[in-house]
């Protein structure tokens, strides 16, 4: 079996470290590809191996499990399965890394908004996707993550982040486009989060959704502007955004239902309120009715209401296309993270002055 050896002592989770032998760590090649993916860090024979559980964790699990099916919120003091805290923390933790790389295509286009008041707008909108980053990493260090443990699985390209911000953003309609389908497909799935039973997730999600919508009326209101008021250059810079982003779109809300691994076990928790393709239809449904409104075409020849269904039927997504991009290949991966890690590492001596100034305020009141 092949190892692989790391220096990495303090920026690892409690249960690898516990595996350091001489200051190094040594892990075999498939633990160390499936850090972050589902924080399992046990070898897998230790996996596989049906746990022993005391008369008292089947107990605290029936309770689990009753409080669950009464539809009550779990805190993150309450017990809970292992495997409820790592699935949360997979949820969770890549949600909260989408927040902070979604600001990157938006952030591009900062110093290029075409006036004060859409520059404001975009900067607010902006700082407001770092805040949702911080209110979901805050909930998930209740699970035993720390920060500096999620950003370094980020940073190490072994965690995930919603596919849709590795595609680029070529023009300002782009930027519209974004605040209409991105935040309004963000929306539609987060909307049902804020009924997860994990409830300091479900409180995260109620601030973060009402911010989400503004995101979308913005960038809906940025591309009406275009449509209604601008020159047939600009309304064809919106309709080619459009062409763009549709389909990146559709992917967002993860593999159809029978080909979603997690679906099953996330709504058996309450964690998932709403399936994967429901929230797909849902989306597909509001937007194409919106999309008359602006004046453009989704690009969808098989997009048509479907009155028996009452819904509106569409065409086949490219699940090669999403799954190239969720494994590091799509068109801006290296360039996204590339740009995120040297943010985190042009900021460093931000976080080392405050710690500075921080310590200097304990010395001082230590000495008074
Ligand atoms: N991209 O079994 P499922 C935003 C992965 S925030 C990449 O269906 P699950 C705000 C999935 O993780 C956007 N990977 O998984 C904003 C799993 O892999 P794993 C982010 C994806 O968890 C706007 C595998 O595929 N929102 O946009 C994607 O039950 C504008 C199998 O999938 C959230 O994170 C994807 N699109 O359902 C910011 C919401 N889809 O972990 C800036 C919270 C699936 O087993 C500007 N998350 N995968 O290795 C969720 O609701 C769920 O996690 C889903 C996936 C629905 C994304």
């Known amino acids: 079996m092949r190892l692989r050896r790391l220096p990495l002592k303090g920026a690892l989770p409690a249960a690898q470290q516990s595996r350091i032998r001489g200051g190094r760590l040594v892990l075999n090649r498939k633990e160390f590809a499936m850090y ?12 596989e191996r049906k746990p022993v559980r005391s008369v008292e964790e089947v107990e605290l699990e029936r309770r689990f499990d009753a409080k669950i099916d009464a539809g009550d ?6 017990w809970m399965p292992e495997h409820y805290r790592k699935t949360l923390l ?11 790389v979604g600001m990157l295509p938006e952030g591009n286009w900062i110093t290029r908004a075409p006036t004060l008041k859409r520059k404001a707008i975009l900067l607010a909108k902006v700082q407001d996707e770092g805040g949702h980053g911080l209110y979901l990493y805050a909930a998930a260090e209740t699970l035993g993550t720390s920060r500096d443990q999620m950003i370094d699985a980020l940073h190490a390209g072994k965690a995930k982040y919603s596919s849709i911000f590795n595609y680029p953003t070529l023009s300002w309609a782009d930027i519209g486009t974004i605040g209409w389908l991105v935040d309004g ?4 799935n987060q909307v049902p989060i804020c009924r ?4 300091p997730y479900a409180r995260a999600m109620i601030r973060i959704c009402r911010e989400e919508s503004f995101h979308q009326r913005q960038g809906f209101d940025s591309l009406l502007v275009m449509m209604r008021d ?6 064809a810079m919106v309709q080619d955004a459009v062409n763009r982003w549709w389909w990146p779109c559709l992917m967002m809300f993860g593999p159809p239902d029978d080909q979603s691994p997690n679906s099953a076990q996330g709504m058996r928790w309450g964690i998932k309120r709403v399936s994967n393709d429901t929230l797909r239809q849902k989306f597909v449904d509001a937007t194409a009715e919106q999309a008359k409104v602006l004046g453009v075409t989704l690009p969808d020849p098989l997009l ?18 999403f799954w190239r991009v969720v494994g590091g290949d ?7 993270l590339a740009a995120r890690v040297k943010a985190w590492d042009d900021g460093a001596w931000v976080r080392d002055a405050a710690l500075a100034h921080a310590r200097k305020q304990v010395t001082k009141q230590e000495a008074a």
């Open 36 to 47: 972050t993916q589902a924080m399992d860090q046990q070898p897998k024979e230790e996996r």
């Open 73 to 78: 919120f779990i805190e993150a003091k309450d």
């Open 230 to 235: 601008g020159t047939p250059e600009q309304r």
């Open 196 to 199: 997860c039973s994990y409830a």
């Open 330 to 336: 799509g068109p801006c991966n290296r360039e996204r």
């Open 304 to 321: 048509k209401w479907n009155p028996e269904r009452e819904h509106h039927d569409f065409g086949p997504i490219d699940w090669a296309e």
């Open 90 to 100: 997979r949820q969770i933790s890549q949600h909260a890394h989408s927040e902070i």
């Open 185 to 188: 497909a963000a929306i539609m």
